[in-house]
């Protein structure tokens, strides 16, 4: 097998995986800093990429000219999600909050799901899918598709600055005080309140974002949401429970294992790799790669 | 002694009464009884496990699945060996069990939300199974089981009332069970309970493996009734998640909830989908909203809250 072929597979896989592991990363911050976890967390995915082809056919513009919006849109949506259906939904409920929690973030992926299949069928879309033609570009003698650079770059870049905003701002330093212990940062004058209502709109604004490039890439389908929350988590356990690198590495771990399989094995079995690991690891490695805490 | 004695004379007429209803009706209402109880003997299956542990077994439905699968793989023979239709029906159970117990080890692991989340992983991943694997499965299309006269709707019924009916007995012998008291400890507290004592990992494996089984004879039931299995049939998100919401819906931990909520759920579905063309999947997370936001502890519980203090076991603490 040609080096240009592992090079394709590679550079598929790297940007599947990194995309993954932005989702993931929002996953985690979003159940360390509320303690809940969101179901619906994949469906945020798709709600980007569905945005972003909407707003490009009705607007004309180019989906890259879309993208810097779908950020504070989604951070806005995840704030609400957290403001409405978290607040007045889950935590009214002084019991059986997990069960409430799983319940109510499902059923908002499913209304999500279904609403959004049927408004894509109204528009005759069978799959969500951004096409952009440009000329490919030719470093080296690899021919790379000029959309998937595109996405890496952007991809490298939205990795960049979520660890500069977790690592070296104040928010990112009451994040992960919040994360690591809620009581104790709230007595040092943490608003643990407001950290969660953040948690909720970055973790979602990278789902957004994510969507978007996502669809640039592959197609996805409204149903695929809580199989992207299911990746996530895998991705998650695989790189260790709230570790923000694990959910990175983890995700590069599984995107080239997709990229891999869908090559040699063929597309249609690379859907299953993901829980195949999950399980994998839970029996090899609980903790995962980088898990200390449980 | 005496009260005992009552409700079984009570639950007996019950089930004979049941039992006579396809004698003087429509075809239509057989078919509704045999869902009703297929999804009643799941949610008991169900809350065998979930209920008593107090875990969100978001994977249930991949254990009904796998029995509705080998049931026709072993009896037409897709393996290379065809097996007696009642022995491949008595496989069935056995083969979703031994999933469940080989399953346990990876998945008891987390507890939780975590748990819930990978635990649901199992049903794309046999969904995705049942696709690829064509030459076994019948892929997207499935597997057409020949209906004789002993196939079909109304032996599914009897064998769903009959299979309901063992759920039962299983559901009432854990809960008395000395493992029914340390499932209770574990929902309490699980690590206290493992301080305590208590295999938690064990008993857990024991419970997760029994429901694991009973799903397998709903699951091999259903295609038996139906006379097909597809993975859009068996593996769809309403079936898969429709114990977890029922249990939650009727009262978790309950056999009247679980019998309750199954019953409540399957009628107000039937009644729903009769009257919507579409949105089917919508109207069924309003449904599961409406239970989130109402009946959290179940239905089973509303009136008795005051008597029955619900456990704080639903806080999250992993």
Redesign the interface.
Known sequence: MSLETHFTIILGGVLLGGLYGLVALGLTMV?GVS???N?AHGDFVILGSIFALVASIFSGLSPFLILPVVPPVFFALGVLFERTMVRK??M??T??????????T??????V???SF?GLGQASLNYVNIQIFLQPINIMGFIIPTTRFISLIAMIALALASRFIIQSTGFGRRLRATMQDRELAEIVGVNVSRMSSLSFGFGAALAGISGVFLAMITSLTPFQG??F??TA??IV?LGG?GSFVGAIVGGLVIGLAEAYTAFFV?T??A??V???V???V??VR?SGIFGGR? | MRKQLILLVAVSSAVAVIASIPFYSSPYIITLLFFLFTFIGLAISYDIFGGFTGYYNLGFGAFFALGAYTFPILSIGKLGLTVHPILAFLAAPLVSGLAAFLLSYPLLRLRGAYFAVASFGLIPLLYNLARNLSTITGGASGIQIVVTEFFGILPGFYIALAASILAATVHILVRRSKIGLALKSIREDEDVASEYGVNSFSVKRTVYTLSGILAGLFGANFGFGLGVVSPDGVLNLEIALAPLIMTIFGGPGTLLGSVLGAALITLIQEFLWLNMPFFHLAIYGLIILLVAIFAPQGVINIRLKSVNTPSKSGRLNT
């Open positions: 159940f303690r809940i976890l179901v939904v889950i009214r409920n019991q059986n909050i997990l069960a409430v929690a799983i319940l109510a499902l059923s908002f992926s499913m209304i799901e279904d609403l049927y809580l199989q929350t299911v988590l895998t356990i429970l063929g249609n079995w859907r299953i993901a829980v195949i999950m399980i994998v839970l029996v609980p449980r």
